[in-house]
């Protein structure tokens, strides 16, 4: 079946450094690829997406290729912030068929002033 | 503003009570949808309209009892809960099948946090 595994988390960083979440996925179709944050107390809010291989989303410093050749969507931003601090998933949805989007589990995010 | 709107946005019910979640978007969507998110689980799809009709369950427990009344609303009745009820349930919207380039894009409401007791 379907499936998004993200990297374990949480993730604790310090303002300004570089961030990396890695998102892999399994599809029997060609997916669309999606990265959502939910702050503390909210739903969540689309991030950035890609529609087809190679295509790169961005959106706030947020960076994420869609790389076919190797399943991945990794989510990259150069110099995080205090406020970035939430919680990120990877989706996907299958464009044929039920239109379902699948999770992955989510990487909790900290960033330390 | 996200245009999808939940109440109540916490809830505290006893296993004998009945309740009801209810939803609304203002976006003008066909598709609504229902997901339950627990800790340290991924999100859950439950339920999908799709106007208006049911077009997907996956496999929820009958005391989760969905209605879409018009496309812009969407309950979800509680009976009988258990305490591993207990979850933020999210409710989301989009476009149907068919619409064009953001037609996959979920929009959520910011969810029911719901304790049973």
């Known amino acids: 079946g379907d499936s998004v595994t993200q990297m374990e988390g949480p993730v604790t960083l310090s303002e300004e450094a570089f961030l990396t979440i890695n998102c892999t996925y399994t599809a029997t179709g060609y997916p669309s690829l999606f990265w959502y944050v939910q702050y503390p107390g909210e739903g969540l809010q689309l991030l950035l997406k890609a529609t087809k291989a190679d295509d790169k989303g961005s959106n706030k410093g947020f960076e994420a290729t869609y790389r076919k050749e190797t399943t991945s969507f990794h989510l990259e931003k150069g110099s995080v912030q205090v406020s970035d601090s939430a919680v990120y998933f990877c989706?996907?949805?299958?464009?044929?068929?039920?239109?379902?989007?699948?999770f992955g589990q989510g990487t909790r995010l900290t960033i330390n002033p | 503003e996200t245009g999808v709107t939940q109440t109540p946005r916490h809830l505290v019910m006893g296993m004998t009570n009945k309740k009801s979640l209810k939803c609304e978007q203002h976006l003008g969507h066909n598709a609504m949808y229902w997901y339950k998110q627990s800790a340290k689980k991924p999100l859950e799809l439950m339920f999908v309209?799709?106007?208006?009709?049911?077009?997907e369950n996956n496999s929820v427990p009958s005391r989760f009892s969905p209605e879409c009344p018009n496309s812009s609303h969407l309950f979800l009745h509680l009976h009988t809960l258990q305490p591993e009820d207990s979850a933020l349930y999210l409710c989301?919207?989009?476009?149907?099948?068919?619409?064009?380039?953001?037609?996959?894009?979920?929009?959520f409401g910011p969810g029911t946090r719901l304790t049973v007791t």
């Open positions: 989706a996907l949805i299958i464009i044929q068929g039920a239109q379902k989007l699948v």
């Open positions: 309209y799709n106007f208006k009709e049911q077009t």
């Open positions: 989301a919207s989009s476009h149907r099948l068919g619409q064009g380039d953001s037609l996959y894009e979920q929009y």
